[in-house]
């Protein structure tokens, strides 16, 4: 079964950067396209990244411009650059496959907070 390891959160200043990584374990990760989602109180969790096997990118309106996506199939790992973040990015991230998203990992918290 695959599982999802979430790292590189933290508390941020307005404006500052973060690189999250994300460890997939399992056999999959080089057959499925990956995502980074983010969940704030509350609230639903929402898509903000993917990248497809063959490496092309989407992201959500809100992080257009600021947040890069990337992926290092040899590692099994999927990244998000953060950078020129807000206080309104502050919430819970998590990765996982783009579609039928398999069972998550506990995140990593991201606070951008002066």
């Known amino acids: 079964q695959v599982q999802f390891v979430e790292s590189g959160g933290g508390l941020v200043q307005p404006g500052g950067s973060l690189r999250l990584s994300c460890a997939a374990s399992?056999?999959?990760?080089?057959?499925?396209?990956m995502a980074w989602y983010r969940q704030d109180p509350g609230k639903q969790r929402k898509l903000l990244a993917t990248i497809s096997t063959a490496g092309m990118t989407n992201y959500a309106d809100s992080v257009k411009g600021r947040f890069t996506i990337s992926r290092d199939n040899a590692k099994n790992t999927v990244y998000l650059q953060m950078n020129t973040l807000k206080p309104e990015d502050t919430a819970v991230y998590y990765c996982n496959v783009q579609t039928n998203p398999l069972p998550w990992g506990q995140g990593t918290q991201v606070t951008v907070s002066s």
């Open positions: 399992g056999s999959i990760f080089n057959t499925r396209a």
